[in-house]
């Protein structure tokens, strides 16, 4: 869904090659919302040779006449520049403006543009954007090739929403696996002290931190209530068995 959000906006392209093989870079990571403002040569053979099997991408692209036609609907607008400008935009790297991108796209359409070849976005563009990206790269030769620069953010932005996939399978998961409760975590370490203690393990004159790195460790794992169960069961066992042996010594 988040994906489907996201649109890429190429303003002002001027080689067809670019657009093709941005549309080729795009379809790798799951994108295919492409736009194009006032491209030159559109469409071209050279275009579609380039996007080698994106070409579903590439004829779907939408064509606009102006930047504030391709992005009217959007209510986050992100530019992508090599260059330090004069004025101070709040600039991010590539993975943090894929983060605002896929959190952005959650609620609405959202547009990452990119700029000419030659010039890349003019100020008057920029001044529609809420925040600007950059890739850092060599300070005498920080000018990417567009569809490389397409390609780097749409890797970070496939990156964020493969996250974002996972944290939310994890949610399910936790949510379906009936963790156990802290009371119940609370019970399994008042357990296991007391039969560290009673196997000679723990020296309550001089306890350490053993309990605190096991309970870290048990925390760290996120038991559920079947494994927290077998646990007490071992626990149990421990101290019959120790019973026994006791009683066993006693009685020689
Ligand atoms: N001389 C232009 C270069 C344009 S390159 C300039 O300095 O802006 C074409 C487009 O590719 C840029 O407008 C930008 O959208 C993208 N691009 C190239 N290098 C980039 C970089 N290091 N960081 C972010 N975007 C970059």
């Known amino acids: 869904m988040a994906l489907s959000n996201i649109r890429i906006v190429l303003v002002r392209?001027?080689?067809?090659?670019?657009?093709?093989?941005t549309a080729r870079a795009m379809k790798n990571m799951s994108l295919h919302n492409l736009y194009l403002v006032a491209p030159k040569d559109c469409p071209s053979p050279e275009a579609t040779d380039r996007a080698v099997g994106a070409d579903d991408v590439l004829h779907s692209a939408i064509i606009c006449p102006s930047l504030d036609e391709?992005?009217?609907d959007c209510h986050l607008v992100i530019g992508t520049s090599a260059r330090q400008r004069r004025i101070e935009w709040p600039t991010l790297d590539p993975?943090?403006?894929?983060?605002?991108?896929i959190?952005?796209?959650?609620?609405?359409?959202?547009?990452?543009?990119?700029?000419?070849e030659r010039t890349g976005l003019l100020n008057s563009e920029l001044d529609r954007c809420h925040l600007m990206l950059s890739i850092p790269a060599d300070k005498n030769y920080s000018s990417l090739n567009l569809a490389s620069a397409v390609q780097i953010f749409a890797y970070e932005i496939y990156q964020a929403h493969l996250a974002e996939t996972d944290r939310d399978s994890d949610a399910v998961f936790a949510a379906q696996s009936n963790l156990a409760s802290h009371e119940d975590l609370q019970g399994l370490y008042r357990h296991l002290e007391q039969v560290l203690m009673q196997i000679g393990f723990l020296d309550p004159e001089n306890p350490r931190y053993l309990m605190r790195r096991l309970m870290r460790l048990f925390n760290r794992s996120g038991l559920d209530q079947n494994e927290l169960n077998i646990l007490r069961g071992i626990l149990t066992s421990v101290q019959q068995q120790s019973k026994?042996?006791?009683?066993?010594n006693s009685q020689e």
């Open 70 to 72: 391709a992005i009217k």
């Open 13 to 21: 392209p001027t080689h067809p090659g670019n657009v093709g093989a």
């Open 244 to 248: 026994i042996n006791l009683d066993k």
């Open 103 to 116: 959190e952005g796209a959650r609620h609405g359409p959202v547009a990452l543009l990119f700029g000419q």
């Open 95 to 101: 993975a943090g403006g894929a983060a605002r991108l």
